[in-house]
């Protein structure tokens, strides 16, 4: 029945199931039934006009229309009506169809109005309100809550606006009713006292009340957050339980002699933990896939370098890869600099590296020497062949895609160890949906001594007290970073920003007593290393940059960033920009810069900045204002498409999803069991509809 076409409904004919398949991919009866509605009106609440709100808003008003006029020719043409009730008027637009308008509009009769208020240069109308006359009002009938479904043009020139597709979900609802099939076991439905689905999807197309409403909705978010976990965590099993992987069966001298004579400060308890994790995993002979989220500075280098030493001391290569050139140059030096004394070679390759060079690391490779690479995306390449390719580490994972990571993976024979490092905490929730098939780790302890970050928001009109200051820390030694945003589409202006900025601060700090570095985007990348080498050898007290710097960069005596126009950066890359000062030991300061006009939600990003340097705690109030759809990486995803759950606001449901999925794989990993049969046939379903999931996160 739900998998009969539309065409044979009546009221539908072969034009209308023909646009309805073109604008929304819906040809079956079921499919129809899974356009759920995106909003719904609650025609309960009557507004008067005094009180309507002053942004734009829908509303529904009760009264008369007092008189009605045509103004303008030609396209400009429009009718213009005053609606009033007791406590006002409200000015009603049409521009189009407006001979009929004209005519079914009735003056001085009891009306319901309905639609979205617009305001355009402070004045407030209604552009084409719905009109029903009060006696006929759905109001009166009791039924109040309407659904709204998304129409497109097409659609509405064909009458499925919204109104029209309900009532053809209506009708088909009616007659599948008793064929909605559950795909949820009953131990589940009790437990989590979800509603039956034939009812939950009755009730999203038919409200009764709020109430039976918020019910079906739940149901039918728990539905898919459940299945979107059965699936990773059927795809993580098939990884470890199922997939052979390469065994770090030893800790050898490598590992011990670096750890008990060579590591230059004792590890904080969370990368010991970590270490430990890594352990286990490398030597179970399953597959790791592992994600190690840390802020920036909590010392993922070192851990990433332990493993590494584990591999070797198995005969295993190593790959460090990082997605800039300068991150990897500095992650060589740093990392050749730990292991000096360690009898291995730790290796550059860039796109860079000249060719005799490159020659011989690429033979090397082959002839598997006992190596540590580090580079840029010139890991990828075809000509890079490994001897023995044991594990494979990737920094700042987010710019990586999943092709790129595919590319290493097929390396080695046998698929390399991953461990993925991010310093761009993702909230637990987001990481359970999108890295559901990793394990994860997390290292939220600072290394010792470490003072906070202490910051501040200032405005533009306060300049010279910011210009003030960063004076008496160059006074005292210390080197300042000065960030511009760059946004593609106005390139040009931001470069423009720059510029001016960059005059700004010289004519401040003039030479010779002072010198300033400048990086952007538009320099040559030879260049742009030279000056990144003045500034992280002091040789410049002040550098201004675009947020080309935002990666990486080390440089431990800069202790103040200047981040201008801050209104204009994303919580994310505030916290990331942040993070290149305080690595040193001195107290170190982040001044956000802002015109006296902030928009109210960057005004909460800014002074989520000032209160917190935790960075999920600026990860979770970032999925609360953008949604997580805006979130790095999260728009790759196949598990984002989501219908009804909304990962910011659903955590309960996905908590309670995750843990009934991860019971059930435990209890029945192959879904074999008679009263699981609804829930894998529903897998089934899903896997046909959607294609299989790439085999790597
Ligand atoms: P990130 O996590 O941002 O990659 P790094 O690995 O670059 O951090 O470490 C930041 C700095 O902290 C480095 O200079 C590193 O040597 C130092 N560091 C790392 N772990 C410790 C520790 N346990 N104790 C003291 N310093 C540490
Ligand atoms: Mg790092």
Redesign the pocket.
Known sequence: MLDKELIYVKGVGPQRAEVLKEELGIVTRGQLLAHYPFRYIDRSEITHVRDIPAEETWVQLSGTIVNMREAGTGRAKRLTATFRDETGDLELVWFKGIPWIRDSIKLLSPCIIYGKTNIFKGRLSMPHPEIEPLEHSRLLAGNTLRPVYSSTEKLARKGLNSNGIAKLTRQVAEECRSFITETLNEELLRRFRLMPRSEAIIQLHLPSAMEELEKARRRMKFEELFFIQVQLGRQKLAQTKEERGVIFEKVGELFHDFYSQHL?????GA?KRVVKEIRADVARGYHMNRLIQ???????????VLAALLAMDNNYQACLMVPTEILAQQHFE?ISG?LARMPIQVALLTGSTPRPARREILEALKQGDRMLIIGTHALIEPSVQFHNLGLVII?EQHRFGVMQRAALWQKAAVPPHILV?T?TPIPRTLAMTLYGDLDISV?DEL???RKPISTMWRSDARRLEVFGFIEEEIRKGRQVYVVYPLIEESEAMDYKDLQDGFEALSRRFPLPAYRISVVHGRMKSEDRQVEMEHFSKGRTQIMVATTVIEV?V?V?NASVMVIESAERFGLSQLHQLR?RVG?GAEQSYCILMTGNKVSAEARTRLETMCRTNDGFEIAEVDLQLRGPGDIAGVQQSGAMNLKLADLAKDQQILLAAREAALALLDSDPHLTHPHNAPIARYLIELSKARGDWSRIS
Do not use: C, H
């Not at 230059?264 to 904080?268: S, Y």
């Not at 840390?294 to 990433?304: L, N, Q, R, W, Y």
């Open positions: 230059p400060f004792e590890l904080t990368q840390g802020d920036v500075g909590s010392g993922k280098t070192v851990v990433a740093s730990l920094d490092m310093a290292i290394p010792p001594g990486g080390n431990p993070g690595r």
